[in-house]
C-alpha cells in the first residue's frame, strides 16, 4: 500500500520541524528561514491539493466569460486569435490540470491582447472595461481564498475557504 499525500506531506513536515531544524545552528538564520518556509508552502499545498483540479477549472470558465464579454471590441485580427483560444479552451481534457493551465495561459494572451487593443493600443469601450474589472474582482478574490493559508493576507477573516469559494462559483 502507498502512503496517500497527505500523509507524504505531514511526513515531510514532521521531518523538517523535528530533524532538520533543530540539527540546523541557531546562527544559520537563512537556513532556519527556508526550512520553515518550505514547511510552510508544503501545509498549504496540503490544504489545496485536492482542490487544484476544481480551481483551475473555474479560473478557465470566468476568463471564457471574459473573453466572450471582450469578442465585441476586440478587432478583426484580435477577435480571431481570441475566438481560437476560446475554442482551444473549450476543447481541453478538463479532467487534467496540466491542460487546463494551458488553456488559461494561452486564453489569457489572447485576452490580454485584447486588453491592450493590439499594436493600435485602442481604447476598450465601457461596457468592456467594466466587464474586465468585475473579472479582476473575481479574480483576485478567488486567488486571496487560495492564498489565504499563507496567513498573510490582512482580511484573512473575511475571506472564504477553498470549498466555500469554489461552491459558490458554480
Not at 8 to 29: H, S, Y
Not at 98 to 106: G, L, S, V
Request: overall charge negative; hydrophobic content about 50%; glycine content about 4%.
Amino acid at each position: 500500500m502507498l502512503p496517500n499525500i497527505d500523509l507524504r506531506i505531514a511526513n515531510m513536515i514532521k521531518a523538517l520541524e523535528q530533524v532538520v531544524l533543530p540539527a540546523l545552528p541557531r546562527d544559520q538564520r537563512l537556513a532556519r528561514d527556508q526550512a520553515m518556509l518550505v514547511a510552510g508552502h508544503l501545509r498549504m499545498m496540503g490544504e489545496q491539493w485536492k482542490s487544484a483540479l476544481r480551481y483551475e477549472q473555474v479560473a478557465l470558465d470566468d476568463l471564457q466569460g471574459l473573453a466572450r464579454q471582450l469578442l465585441p471590441a476586440a478587432s478583426a485580427l484580435l477577435a480571431d486569435d481570441l475566438k481560437a483560444a476560446l475554442a482551444m479552451a473549450q476543447a481541453c481534457d478538463r479532467a487534467s490540470v496540466t491542460a487546463i493551465e494551458r488553456a488559461n495561459i494561452d486564453l489569457g494572451h489572447a485576452v490580454d491582447a485584447v486588453i491592450l487593443g493590439g499594436t493600435d493600443h485602442a481604447p476598450l469601450p465601457p461596457a468592456s472595461i467594466d466587464a474586465l474589472l468585475d473579472y479582476a474582482l473575481r479574480h483576485a478574490r478567488r486567488e486571496r481564498s487560495w492564498f489565504k493559508a499563507n496567513r498573510l493576507d490582512p482580511d484573512q477573516n473575511d475571506l472564504p475557504d477553498l470549498e466555500t469559494m469554489l461552491a459558490d462559483a458554480d
